[in-house]
């Protein structure tokens, strides 16, 4: 196991994004500080700094912040956890290698599945 932040350095996210202008990109908590080593790019929710007895106006905006971040990612999230209700990602026990070609092949079943959900629900509301 390792961290997100840890894991993005590793694999060469935060120099490719260096070079990257006009992108951003809606990261959750575990990214934060990345912003700052990507020419602002990354985008995570506001870091508190008065942990300790904070002011009720700080509360507020704090609050109202991190709502609108979350409300931006909802998205992301769903289509992580409907990602995770794949047996396959849920314990992947197969090599690290073919792991990206195991989330392709399943992120185009869903996409797949869900088209033929729409294609049924308009065949049934036109009955």
Do not use: C
């Not at 994004?17 to 992108?23: A, D, P, W």
């Not at 990206?100 to 992120?107: E, F, H, I, L």
Request: aromatic residues 6%.
């Amino acid at each position: 196991m390792t961290a997100d932040i840890t894991q993005a350095r590793q694999s060469g996210m935060v120099a490719l994004l260096k070079n990257t202008t006009g992108l951003r990109i809606l990261a959750d908590a575990g990214y934060q500080g990345l912003g700052a080593r990507t020419v602002g790019q990354v985008i995570t929710p506001p870091y508190r700094k008065f942990r300790k007895n904070p002011s009720s106006w700080y509360e507020e905006i704090h609050t109202r912040q991190r709502k609108a971040h979350s409300s931006r990612r909802i998205r992301v999230e769903h289509g992580i956890a409907h990602l995770k209700n794949w047996r396959s990602l849920t314990r992947h026990l197969g090599r690290r290698e073919s792991f990206a070609d195991t989330v392709r092949a399943v992120a185009g079943l869903l996409s797949d599945h869900q088209h033929h959900d729409r294609i049924e629900a308009a065949r049934t509301t036109m009955q």
